[in-house]
């Protein structure tokens, strides 16, 4: 079936150093790709998403382009804030109503 | 727009009871809605898949029996964990997709449950 991979963490940065956390996906056909965030004690929210290879999606300084060739989606920023202290989850869903699959999340902690 | 409810936020109960938790799309009907369950520090998995007017579609391992799902409106799903022990203390988070082409997935704000 399908699934996500992404780098375990936590991951524990400076603030307004750059950040990547890796995500790569195995799926039978084409899927959207997504990217949610999880602050403490909250459910999650939609980060970015991508639905076509090559798409990048982006928001709040935050990058992922969908490269089927390498079948990835990695998370990308170039400047961290404290605020952005979280967990992040990569996701895949392949087509109409089926349930997004999850990564098993990567902490984020931003440091001052 | 696109909003979903979930409710309680969190939710203390004794072990043998049971507890209900409801998910409602405030803005738009949702003919499916998801449950998920989240351990500490883990990621979420699918519980069931919540279908109005059927019956629910359960992950493999997960008891049917112990988590009840009704989905009796467009509007409003809800998940019982009947006789609740302290292995059920998660973090259960209901989703729902919104409507129309690219539509993506809006979550609950979930239900911390603790069984004492």
Known sequence: GDSVTQMEGPVTLSEEACLTINCTYTATGYPSLFWYVQYPGEGLQLLLKATKADDKGSNKGFEATYRKETTSFHLEKGSVQVSDSAVYFCALTDSGNTPLVFGKGTRLSVIA | ?116
């Open chain 2, 1 to 116: 727009g696109a909003v979903v409810s979930q409710h309680p936020s969190w939710v203390i109960c004794k072990s043998g009871t049971s507890v209900k938790i409801e998910c409602r799309s405030l803005d738009f009907q949702a003919t499916t809605m998801f449950w998920y369950r989240q351990f500490p520090k883990q990621s979420l998995m699918l519980m069931a898949t919540s279908n109005e007017g059927s019956k629910a579609t359960y992950e493999q391992g997960v008891e049917k029996d112990k988590f009840l799902i009704n989905h009796a409106s467009l509007t409003l799903s809800t998940l019982t964990v009947t006789s609740a022990h302290p292995e059920d203390s998660s973090f259960y988070i209901c989703s729902a997709r919104r409507p129309g082409q690219g539509g993506g997935y809006t979550f609950g704000s979930g239900t911390r449950l603790t069984v004492v």
